[in-house]
């Protein structure tokens, strides 16, 4: 959270965070970012059980990807899942 918060209140980037917080890589700290807009801080959360998802969700998400190209993340996104 406090590398997220850093990201969108100051003048760093993600390469320049992810040097700082010896994040692997900035790719990682864009990610945090990308959901916690759209999750919140539940976005940033690890998740403490498998969810189950229906069949129907499963189907619309592949054909989501299938027709869009979406990437993973993107695909996570757009169904806000993390």
């Known amino acids: 959270m406090k590398?997220?918060?850093e990201y969108l209140e100051g003048p760093l980037?993600?390469?320049?965070?992810a040097k700082?917080?010896?994040v692997?890589?900035?790719?990682?700290?864009?990610r945090w970012?990308?959901?916690y807009k759209v999750?919140?801080?539940?976005?940033?959360?690890r998740k403490r059980s498998k969810t189950v998802?229906?069949?129907?969700?499963?189907l619309n998400v592949l054909n989501f990807m299938k027709q869009t190209?979406?990437?993973?993340?993107?695909?996570?996104t757009a169904f806000k899942m993390n």
């Open 20 to 22: 700082k917080y010896g």
């Open 13 to 17: 980037g993600s390469t320049s965070l």
């Open 33 to 35: 970012v990308n959901a």
């Open 69 to 76: 190209g979406a990437s993973y993340q993107d695909t996570a």
């Open 53 to 58: 998802y229906p069949v129907q969700f499963k």
């Open 39 to 45: 999750l919140g801080e539940e976005g940033l959360m």
């Open 3 to 5: 590398i997220v918060k």
């Open 24 to 30: 692997p890589n900035q790719e990682q700290v864009r």
